[in-house]
């Protein structure tokens, strides 16, 4: 069983920038690939970035790529979201979501993964 809570999540303004942090329980957090999803009221649950076991690989959705990056520490079990450049249509629930996964491939759909988290708000005003 893996746990994660989001943290990080805020109010910010178009242009600005915010962390979004992941912890995770469990002591084999480095076999896990980790991804961000987010979701909007009314919208399916969309991935947002991803990154491998060993930070080898990371995948971004088109609408975030140069503008956010995802990290992991996994001596601290965590995953880091870190977003710039926000704009009013990143506005969403983030969810950070563990997949027992130890190769290159980076899942980018929510099926893939096995563990998610409680959800962190993140609002951009215009």
């Known amino acids: 069983q893996v746990q994660l809570v989001e943290s990080g999540g805020g109010l910010v303004q178009t242009g600005g920038s915010l962390r979004l942090s992941c912890a995770a329980s469990?002591?084999?957090?480095?076999?896990?690939?980790m991804g961000w999803f987010r979701q909007t009221p009314g919208k399916e649950r969309e991935f947002v970035a991803g990154i491998s076991w060993r930070s080898d690989s990371t995948y971004y959705a088109d609408s975030v790529k140069g503008r956010f990056t995802i990290s992991r520490d996994n001596a601290k079990n965590t995953v880091t979201l870190q977003m710039n450049s926000l704009k009013p249509e990143d506005t969403a629930v983030y969810y950070c979501?563990?997949?027992?996964?130890?190769?290159?491939?980076?899942?980018?759909?929510?099926?893939?993964?096995?563990?998610w988290g409680q959800g962190t708000q993140v609002t951009v005003s215009s």
């Open positions: 979501a563990s997949r027992r996964s130890r190769t290159i491939v980076v899942p980018t759909q929510g099926y893939e993964y096995d563990y």
């Open positions: 469990g002591r084999t957090f480095s076999s896990y690939a």
